[in-house]
């Protein structure tokens, strides 16, 4: 596409009334929660294997294997460094063309992500014995390098396509690599049993071959062209991106690392199964957010963005609210369910942390409410604010996680992780509130986390059937439904559902 048809798409996107545009966001976000899904599915489908003794003898090579990805997870943030965030907001909101936008990112993160990856190699013994407390693991440290430096590559494409707002695009990229790693890991882990080494080997060969497919769609915008001054600008506020991302992700991981020093990798292998199983929540608000970002800044020029925010929250608060609910009255049936007769979703060996996904999907939920409310840093150019929200969670939760865990064991790091995400999500409502006032319903909001917790309290102390468990649910559905929509919003769904009924007839 050329440059003035991109502008000229841009423009039409910003002048698009609120209900368009809003459903615009939620196709798209369904779109990309379908392709994280597919992405972190992958998980969730292999566990089955990897909690399986068959394939990985031991539990502590299951806990290698969380920890290996615990720190590419948190290397992710390092690698980028802020120039994802800097590089959708110089995109719509820059003044220079956006191909040099996208040729100074892309020759950036190759050298930055070339020169990290050389010092992973150099000091891959002392790494492996902090993150895997061995050093004779090294391998596995080094094998991430490879994996972190070409997602660091990857992610520019994807960044690009979600701009473009090609999300069909975007998921159909995503699947080639999901089907591509499923089935290396059947070959390397289960033909092969190569263990923890073959699910990297899985991930290195499927990495590399999906950004070879990509690189078409990359040449479109690349140019030789690397502008210093761009960069500048880019780092200026990109950067504090980075300490948030890394203390976001200490909130996220730093509970695997003191639950292996303090109760053995045994435990952590149950705790990071069992974990996976929490973040279905997540996988929606990662694909809402890879919508959200460029949503919000296109429609931030706009008289009526703080309403259409508002808009957002509602409709983020429901349907959150009762995924949450769901998954915390039946994780356990569908979890200790035998399949076919034949298998179970987790391991046997690893049940005895599924009483805990209730409270860390709590925790994604509060999460949630942090990412609806940063618009107002993105758009007064105050991302430096962030890392204050992160930093204080962060430092709350490791201070939680080292006094509860040798107290109360895996549950210390269970309460560290809710309250850290509370701790996030109420201080960026209070200061996004004072720099970009977003329409809030306080009373509304109250009455519904008062249910939530009720549920919650109900759960936690009673055995309750499952006829009662799904009556309480039915009743959550139609109060949230009739507290969070004002009257005149269910009005227009209940209009639209009829006018489908009649076509369908």
Partial sequence: MEEQEIQNLAQENINNHEPAGIARLFRHSAVYTLSTSVQRLQGLILTPIYTNLQYLPEMSEYSNYGLVYTFIAFMNFVYMYGMDSAFLRY????????????????????????????????FSRPISQV????????????????ILFLDSLANLPFLLLRAEERAITFTVFRMIRFFLEIMLNFLFVVTMKLGVYGILYANIIAAGISLLLMFPFIWKFLTLTFNRSLLTEMLK??????????????????????????????????????????????LIIVGFRNAWQPFFLKVSKQAEAPQIYSRVLRYYLLVAGIIIIFITLFIRDLLTFRYFNSFYLLGIDYWQGIDFIPWIILSYFFFGIYVIFTPAFYIHKKSHFMVLFTGAGAIFNILCNIWLIPEIGI???????????????????????????????????????????????????????????????????????????????????????????????
């Fill in 91 to 122: 995109y719509f909101l820059g003044k220079m063309d956006r191909k040099t936008v996208f040729s100074t990112t892309f020759f950036i993160l190759i050298l930055s992500g070339i020169l990290s990856s050389i010092l992973i190699f150099i």
């Fill in 411 to 505: 549950w210390g790091a269970v309460v560290a992780t809710v309250l850290a995400y509370l701790i996030m999500a109420l201080s960026i409502v209070v200061v996004a509130q004072k720099i970009y006032p977003v329409p809030v319903d306080p009373v509304k909001s109250a009455v519904l986390f008062l249910l939530i917790g009720l549920i919650y309290t109900l759960y936690s102390s009673l055995n309750l059937s499952l006829s009662l468990r799904l009556l309480v649910f039915i009743v959550y559905l139609v109060s949230s439904w009739l507290l969070i929509l004002p009257s005149a919003e269910k009005l227009k769904i209940y209009s639209r559902i009829f006018q489908f009924i009649k076509v369908s007839k």
């Fill in 237 to 282: 506020f990109g950067l504090p991106f980075l300490p948030n991302g890394i203390a976001y992700m200490t909130i996220e991981m730093i509970d695997r690392f003191l639950v292996t020093k303090y109760l053995g990798k045994d435990v952590l292998a149950f705790y990071h199964a069992n974990y996976k199983f929490a973040s279905v929540l997540l």
């Fill in 131 to 146: 993150v895997l407390f061995n050093g004779e693991l090294y391998r596995l440290i080094e094998l991430s390098a490879v």
